[in-house]
């Protein structure tokens, strides 16, 4: 397989997601010349504003924060070259879910109460669209556990199922079968590492944890399969952050990480194979390309 037909599609949940967890990814891809598809499933209209000028933006205010932040993410996508990007359903179809017991997550126009047939089969036109080799999405706990990346999940599992299946909805465009699927990993390992160094370089309070502090969120380090290294592209990926500005404000912890450790911080992004064969591996047992062992 040359490197132009390489085909990667990515579900994220909100504006923002993308960049923090598969931005140099996406830009790694897009440099080598290969098709890099983004679905988006929400604009992200709960989302904390972090910069006071923007705060009349908020949810419970104006509620014009999902507006903004479709502008955030077309900069973000425009610096990290990601050209072909999509909302699931087409912009404002679902909206931001909130975290679990608030209203928001009540609210029957929000992603996480989006009937799971519908939402699938806006994703399966994309999927048949795009015809990837490989798809990106969240765990079946959305990693951190958000309801909206947990949907995300559902969705495009549900979405990779349909997409296969000739007879499911023919006028969706022609069955495809993904080869590899990914879920997005943290190996506790790395965080680990990445706080060490935080703190040995003087940083205090990364993301409000104590010392010592367990880190559920973090997988186990056997779980993870696969690692992109692309520390080359990790300026265009903080730059592409500092465009979501409204969610990371000026002195968020990924600045402070990135300055204070240096590239390996935020350039290199960990995956979980979930579908198809692993590939070649390097020493220390991973992959090193999500298209790796495709032909």
């Not at 995300?152 to 079968?177: K, M, Q």
């Not at 592409?240 to 992004?269: K, T, Y």
Request: some cysteine.
């Amino acid at each position: 397989m040359s490197l132009k037909d390489r085909r990667l599609l990515l579900v994220h949940a909100h504006p923002d997601d993308e960049t923090i967890g598969t931005g140099v990814t996406m830009a790694k891809y897009v440099a080598e010349g290969g098709a890099v598809t983004l679905v988006t499933c929400t604009r992200g209209e709960e989302g904390e504003v972090l910069v006071p000028e923007l705060g009349h933006l908020a949810a419970h205010d104006e509620d014009d924060l999902g507006s903004h932040r479709r502008v955030e993410l077309a900069a973000a996508l425009d610096l990290l070259g990601v050209g072909d990007h999509e909302y699931l359903g087409g912009p404002g179809r679902y909206r931001d879910s909130g975290m679990m017991g608030t209203p928001s997550n009540e609210r029957a126009d929000c992603f996480w109460r989006a009937d799971l047939l519908e939402a699938a089969s806006h994703l399966v036109t994309t999927i048949r669209r795009a015809t990837p080799q490989v798809v990106v999405t969240y765990d079946d706990f959305g990693q951190y556990g958000h309801p909206d990346h947990i949907q995300a999940h559902r969705v495009t599992s549900y979405a990779l199922s349909l997409a296969a299946a000739p007879s499911f909805r023919p006028d969706l465009g022609a069955a495809w079968d993904v080869p590899k699927v990914y879920w997005t990993a943290l190996p506790k390992a790395a965080v680990q590492r990445g706080i060490d160094a935080f703190v040995a370089a003087g940083g205090q309070g990364f993301f409000g944890l104590a010392e010592g502090e367990d880190l559920p969120w973090a997988l186990d380090d056997s779980l993870v399969t696969t690692h992109v290294t692309a520390l080359d592209q990790e300026p265009l990926k903080m730059a592409a952050l500092g465009a979501h500005l409204s969610q990371v404000g000026v002195e968020n912890d990924f600045f402070r990480l990135a300055e204070m450790v240096g590239p390996e911080a935020m350039g290199i992004e960990y995956f979980r194979l979930v579908r198809g064969d692993l590939g070649p591996t390097g020493p220390d047992g991973l992959e090193d390309d999500l298209f790796a062992g495709l032909i």
